[in-house]
């Protein structure tokens, strides 16, 4: 048995294509919004955000919609007001990717409740066979002696018993070909614990970030997903500090000042 912690890593994030941008403003006449942007430090998850928004009306100068006589020019102010005014599939373009390592069965199994806007490829136990099994245990549980000694035995004992089906199956054997072990390895997955440690690629775009960190970092929600969530709000904060940074925390909760966009 292996104790392990889980882990988010940030692998991916929007990058706009400014040159076809350009071609497209320069067809509209809203060149000027482009100029406008800093060029030193080019964030394009929120200038993505914002462009989203600005095409729904044209937005790009005065005039240009004859029914638009005034358009926001501070990025920050916009996105606020985007937020604000619950304008939200605007921020469905914006998505980013993340790596959640050493997370359990049990948080996966809760993860795929939100659907929309996401997309999920995870370690599939049917192809990997268990050579251990990791598994998270939290502070509190650490903290049990008695706990810790019986579960510990226990995953002990499930660990030996997987690598017995592996001899008693011959799957190391020369000669054995792939889809007898997928079979086998199918059959072994079905005694390891739900609490196992796995990994995923989750995907979202960031309205669904917003809904699924303030459902799961509530105080109601399961421990492991809040401590996951917690994690990628903080790295979603400081991706996007103008999508994000209107959330207060208090005690691992993150409570948002604009909900439901």
């Keep these: 048995m292996k104790s392990v912690q889980p882990e988010v890593f940030l692998v991916a994030r929007p990058e706009i294509d400014y040159a076809s941008l350009a071609a497209y403003l320069r067809e509209v006449g809203g060149d ?43 990025h920050q102010k916009y996105l606020q007001n985007i937020l604000a005014s619950a304008h939200g599939s ?11 390592h050493n997370v359990s069965r049990v948080f996966s199994h809760e993860l795929v409740r939100h659907r929309p806007g996401v997309a999920i490829s995870q370690e599939s136990l049917r192809f990997v066979r268990l050579a251990d099994i990791p598994f998270w245990f939290p502070d509190w549980a650490l903290a049990d002696a ?55 690629l989750w995907t979202a775009n960031i309205r669904t970030l917003r809904h699924t960190i303030e459902a799961r970092t509530d105080q109601g929600a399961e421990e492991e997903i809040r401590l996951i969530f917690g994690k990628i709000a903080e790295l979603m904060r400081a991706e996007a500090p103008a999508l994000f940074g209107d959330y207060t925390v208090e005690d691992g909760t993150w409570v948002p000042m604009w909900r439901k966009v």
């Design 90 to 100: 605007v921020l469905e373009h914006v998505s980013f990717s993340f790596v959640l």
């Design 146 to 200: 008695e706990l810790m000694k019986r579960s510990t035995a226990l995953l002990e004992q499930m660990e030996e018993f997987q690598r017995w089906m592996a001899d008693h199956f011959g799957l190391d054997e020369d000669g054995v070909p792939f889809h007898e072990k997928k079979h086998k390895t199918s059959f072994m997955r079905r005694f390891a614990p739900d609490g196992v440690a796995t990994g995923l």
């Design 32 to 74: 000027s919004w482009l100029q406008r942007l800093d060029r030193g430090d080019l964030d394009d998850a929120q200038n993505l955000a914002e462009f989203a928004g600005k095409i729904c009306y044209r937005a790009w100068e005065p005039g240009l919609n004859p029914n638009v006589s005034r358009v926001r020019n501070d």
